[in-house]
């Protein structure tokens, strides 16, 4: 048998008593000197608690009144580990007395029961185990057969009537103390007075008392500090009929501190499974004042800072059978009269609040409820039945200036309301999603000259229009001022309820969302505190912020867990937006999201010509979103598109913070087209899965102080000399996949001074580079370059010095440096490394087209193979001779090792050999 929970603590009682009982039967029973009493039932009682029992003192009563007196019992705590060394059950004295002619006539009368300065301890150790789990006569007898089962004989009378005049518990203490949930709780000083009578039939049980818990205290890993002075009183007056089932409740009462609840009534058939309740309860009517003066400082440390005054109180009746499942058949009233709240940090109380209001267990009806805010009055009544389905009809009205809200309510530091705000809103009918028109609802919230401060908007936000109220659908009108911004909006959240109320059905519509957006101007830079890398100055804190390093594992989520379910709709028109530097013209924007799939068009004029967005993202399953974007752009100045954008581009990934960089390295005009997807959940999956096209067209630029060009231009100084490159037409086709971007098509760069230029190979999103760089000089600089072959054979091989074709100068002095028709010399370049610091190495010549070049080209080309074939055989043959050369290092390395161990081995034998001998010797 095992109990647990904190009632136990009436077990412990009941244990308490019974040793107390048998302790004086043994004494009424056994006719011996109290010493011999004690020698004989003492170990009984021990045998049958299975704990070791002290008792100080027996003594008996013989007439008029037959009785034992017991002193100074003690039984024993549990001996386990984990639980304290006091006693589990002590008092200082315990007599039992019982009439004398009574018994003559069949009647046992039990003249009184007294227990003074009784003591349980009840705790648990650190596994929750209780110091009573192992009493012995709670352990289960496994080898007992079970008692087979007996027919029922009806209620058992008793065998002569019984009656209980004074039953006292005086000073009596209870401890408990859970170490597992660290509480720990104290009900002392507990004093109780009982009178119990019972006929032969128990058809007429009667008893009557009072119970006073004083000096109770709780402390819990919650409740840090202990829980001190608090008062339970309880006092009844109970009549059974044990027989019919039948209690009658003549009164019950109980309180904790100056609260008080009375109970009335009856409960029949209180032995079957759904008794039936005739109840009535009152609470006393309870002054707010003394409340809060009740409330522990210690548990509501702001208690201190209220003041209230007014009253409360509540009746009830709960009648009808007590149902298995769901709720109470209770009916009730609640009082609130003249109730005034006053806090200490604001100036300005809550005050004339009265309600009066009606309630059993699934509705509400509000007869009245009606309070003021300052001086802001504020009305509600109606009823609310049927919490499942809702039927409704309740009225709201409300005149509130916001002004008075910071002496009302605290508001965030540097936040501040002005204007006036009145609702007045009538519900009426069933609040269901699935049929919005079974509520009538029809309401109106005015809002004038609405100011909000707040240090999030450097400026006041001023609010004029309503708020349109529907079964169907909730309606803002408002237009809204910043400063010389404004902006006229206009919403319609239609079918609305879903959000509010559970849908465990599925079959409630989805919510829509229809809202439009026109402002002739939009200036948030001057209104919104400033990006400070937007305004081009320094951030000093930069340099002690840490780089933002990419962890695939912490990239946040994108969206929550579940999205709320609503499809939206929504235009925006602006003439003019400047947002951190950006001046955008023209914005028409139009964005779709249905079932989750959201889908945007957008045009904007902006960086010198004009952009168009089309996005489409599935967010159906929002741990893997699917997106595509289709960016184009028109007559867009790059220079200034670099230069406005840097401060949005997020440092996810190496390459872009390089891309961020571009507003200082390039330059030039045209069109642009982005064709991308990806899909994740996080960050780090949208930029691994991200791929598609992007091509750019720009006319007439320059690319300055790029490293990759400083890096090129070292490369070929020995030929000639490049600074910026100076381009009439670039075009960039790349395509993006797995993490790199890739020009498969060669790059195209034309340009007056510098030539052609033809990029191909690809760049990771880490910015490492594998390029490849043809450039096809133009006749002026290939001129120059042709003429230093006539200087001589040592010219030419010492421009060769340190490069690839530094081993073939020769054939190159004979064939000459290649050069085209057009008698253009092509340059051809490898780069490799990050993008901010490129290692570019010179790789030679393009193939030239003159009859010269046309004869010894296969000469060169031939022999060029064969010194590339000769050094990667010398390279080789390295490699192997040094691979020979570590492995027989290892060898050598294992001998000696193998050598010097057999060594230490003969040696330690050689030592072991000797003193066993020494051994022997000393034996014999």
């Not at 802001?376 to 009205?397: E, H, R, W, Y």
């Not at 989520?557 to 955008?584: C, F």
Request: aromatic share 4%.
């Amino acid at each position: 048998m095992k109990l647990s929970g904190f009632p136990k603590i009436v077990v412990i009682v009941l244990i308490a008593l019974a040793a107390l009982i048998v302790i004086a039967v043994g004494a009424l029973y056994i006719a011996f000197p109290p010493s011999r009493l004690k020698a004989v039932a003492i170990p009984q009682i021990e045998k049958q608690l299975g704990r070791k029992v002290e008792v100080g003192k027996i003594g008996f009563t013989f007439f008029p009144l037959f009785g034992v007196k017991v002193g100074d019992l003690a039984v024993a705590n549990t001996t386990r580990p984990g639980f304290s060394p006091e006693p589990f059950v002590s008092l200082r004295k315990f007599v039992l007395a019982v009439e004398v002619l009574p018994l003559l006539h069949k009647q046992l009368s039990i003249s009184r029961i007294v227990i003074k300065n009784p003591r349980i301890l009840v705790e648990t150790d650190e596994r929750g185990s209780f110091n009573f789990d192992d009493l012995a006569f709670m352990k289960k007898d496994s080898t007992k057969a079970p008692d087979a089962e007996k027919p029922s004989g009806g209620m058992p009378a008793l065998p002569i009537p019984l009656s209980l005049k004074q039953f006292f518990i005086e000073s009596g203490t209870v401890v408990y103390h859970d170490r597992k949930g660290n509480l720990h709780l104290t009900l002392g000083t507990i004093n109780e007075n009982l009178v119990i009578s019972m006929d032969r039939s128990l058809k007429n049980v009667t008893t009557t008392g009072n119970l006073i818990i004083d000096s109770i205290s709780f402390q819990s890993k919650e409740v840090t500090k202990p829980l001190t002075g608090l008062t339970v009183t309880l006092s009844h007056d109970l009549l059974v009929n044990v027989v019919d089932e039948l209690l009658t409740i003549n009164d019950l009462r109980a309180s904790l501190q100056k609260v008080a609840v009375a109970v009335k009534g009856s409960v029949s058939g209180f032995g079957g499974a759904s008794p039936v309740l005739d109840l009535a309860v009152t609470s006393s009517k309870i002054d707010l004042a003394d409340l809060v003066a009740e409330i522990p400082a210690s548990l509501v440390p702001e208690i201190a800072k209220v003041k209230a005054s007014g009253t409360m109180e509540a009746t009830m009746t709960i009648k009808g059978p007590l149902p298995q499942k769901g709720a109470l058949p209770l009916d009730g009233r609640a009082l609130i009269n003249n109730v005034r709240i006053h806090y200490a940090d604001l100036p300005k109380t809550i005050n004339d609040f009265n309600a009066d209001i009606g309630f059993t267990a699934n509705s509400i009806n509000i007869a009245a409820l009606r309070l003021k805010l300052g001086e802001n009055p504020l009305s509600l009544s109606g009823t609310v039945n049927d919490f499942a389905k809702p039927l409704i009809d309740i009225a709201l009205n409300a005149a509130i200036n916001l002004g008075d809200l910071k002496d009302i309510v605290p508001l965030p530091e540097g936040m501040s309301f002005s204007g006036n705000v009145k609702a007045d809103v009538k519900a009426k009918g069933i609040a269901d999603p699935a049929d919005p028109a079974k509520l009538n609802l029809r309401g109106i919230v005015g809002l004038t000259k609405v100011s909000v401060v707040t240090p999030a908007v450097t400026k006041p936000v001023v609010f004029d229009g309503a708020i349109n109220l529907t079964s169907r659908s909730i309606a803002p009108a408002v237009l809204v001022k910043i400063g010389t911004s404004s902006v006229n909006f206009k919403a319609d959240l239609v079918d609305y309820l879903p959000l509010f109320l559970p849908d465990s059905t599925k079959k409630y519509p989805r919510s829509r969302l229809q809202c439009t957006l026109v402002s002739p101007y939009l200036n948030t830079d001057e209104f919104l505190p400033q990006n400070k890398a937007s305004t081009g100055k320094p951030d000093k804190t930069a340099a002690s912020k840490p780089a933002l390093a990419v962890n695939p594992a912490a990239a946040p989520l994108i969206l929550p867990e579940a999205l709320p379910g609503v499809d939206v709709t929504a235009t925006v028109s602006n003439e003019r937006l400047i947002y951190q530097g950006l001046d955008v013209r023209a914005v028409a924007f139009k964005l779709s999201s249905i079932n989750d799939i959201v889908k945007v068009n957008a045009s904007l004029g902006i960086f010198g010509g004009k952009m168009n967005h089309k996005v489409n993202v599935d967010m159906r399953n929002n741990r893997n979103l699917q997106a595509k974007l289709l960016l184009t752009g028109e007559r867009i100045d790059m220079h200034q598109m670099a230069q406005q954008l840097k401060t949005f581009i997020p440092p996810t990934v190496p390459l872009s913070k390089e891309i961020a960089n571009l507003d200082k390295a390039l330059y030039g005009t045209g069109g642009m087209r982005c064709d991308l997807a990806t899909s994740g959940g996080t960050v780090d999956d949208l930029t691994k899965h991200l791929s598609g096209t992007v091509d750019l067209d720009l006319k007439n630029g320059k690319i300055v102080g790029a490293p990759l060009v400083r890096n090129m231009a070292k490369a070929v100084e020995k030929f000639y000399k490049i600074d910026d490159i100076e381009f009439r037409d670039m075009k960039i086709n790349a395509r993006i996949k797995d993490g790199r971007v890739y020009f498969d098509k060669p790059v195209s760069i034309q340009s007056r001074v510098a030539g052609d230029w033809q990029v191909t190979g690809n760049v990771g999103f880490d910015a490492n580079l594998g390029l490849s760089v043809a450039n096809r000089l133009s006749k002026n600089m290939s001129d120059k370059v042709l003429s230093l072959q006539n200087k001589g054979q040592k010219v030419v091989k010492g421009l060769l010095q340190g490069t690839r074709l530094a081993g073939v100068s020769g054939l190159v002095d004979q064939a000459g440096i290649p050069s085209d028709a057009q008698g253009r010399v092509t340059m051809l370049l490898g780069v490799e490394g990050g993008i901010a610091s490129p290692k570019v190495t010179f790789r030679g010549f393009g193939a030239g087209s003159g009859k010269q070049a046309a004869a010894k080209q296969p000469s060169v080309k031939k022999q060029l193979q064969q010194t590339v074939d000769r050094k990667k055989q010398e390279l080789e043959a390295k490699l192997a001779a040094e691979k020979q050369k570590a492995a027989e290092e290892v060898q050598r390395r294992t001998n000696e090792e193998k050598k010097r161990l057999e060594e230490a081995t003969k040696q330690k034998s050689g030592q072991v050999k000797d003193a066993a001998v020494k051994k022997l010797k000393k034996l014999f």
